[in-house]
């Protein structure tokens, strides 16, 4: 089953304009973790935040943590073209290294 | 550098034909494990294994099979394919289980006719 659940589905903007994205789960975690997919191709890691942390930054990404809303959010900033891919939350519930993904967000950035 | 890879990539079949998907990594990871992706469904695991000779179950391992002789490889079988198992598949890997980054590769569009 997913445990999480991502909003919004998909979202197009504009070069420059920030991307932010939301997940939501439903068990108690360890850590969350940021994933991008480009299209039809392998997922690449962008970022973990941890169950004491409430905000981490890599770049041009921040993400946020809720642990009392069972909520996560990503935010990319002066998005580009190639920023354009499917982003996906995920947790390890379990801590068995099961990766529990949330359906995803379509990013398109228009050039 | 370090990669996760798979072959075949790509690969078309016919219901029932043996087949097996190659997993390799070389970062001397413990932990490896095979997803399938599908519309609508998203990445479920199929298989994972903690370390050579240790595999268990993910949720939806029925139909598949998989072996650790060695602690880089991680191949998929499927034994008699259907047409219900046409899917992107992805083989990752991790330092340890549930240790934080696991590396994808780039994964295998099957299509089972």
């Known amino acids: 089953s997913q445990q999480g659940e991502e909003d919004p589905q998909a979202l197009s903007i504009q070069e420059g304009e920030n991307a932010t994205m939301n997940c939501s789960y439903k068990t108690s975690i360890n850590n969350l973790q940021w994933y991008r997919q480009n299209s039809g191709r392998g997922l690449v890691h962008l970022i973990l935040?941890?169950?004491?942390?409430r905000e981490k930054h890599s770049g041009r990404l921040r993400v946020t943590l809720d642990t009392s809303k069972k909520s996560s959010s990503l935010l990319i900033t002066a998005s580009r073209a190639a920023d354009t891919a499917s982003y996906f939350c995920a947790t390890d519930p379990s801590n068995t290294g099961k990766l529990i993904f949330g359906q995803g967000t379509t990013l398109q950035v228009k050039p | 550098e370090a990669q996760v890879t798979q072959n075949p990539r790509y690969l078309i079949t016919v219901t029932g034909k043996k087949l097996t998907v190659t997993c390799s990594q070389n970062?001397?990871?413990?932990?490896m494990s095979w997803y399938r992706q599908d519309p609508g469904l998203g990445l479920r695991q199929i298989y994972y294994s903690m370390n050579v000779e240790v595999t268990d179950k993910g949720d939806v391992p029925e139909g598949y099979k998989v072996s650790r002789k060695e602690k880089r490889n991680f191949p998929l079988i499927l034994e008699s394919p259907s047409p219900n198992q046409t899917s992107l598949y992805f083989c990752a890997s991790s330092r340890d289980r549930g240790v934080e980054t696991q590396y994808f590769g780039p994964g295998t569009r099957l299509l089972v006719l």
């Open positions: 970062m001397n990871h413990e932990y």
């Open positions: 935040i941890r169950s004491n942390e």
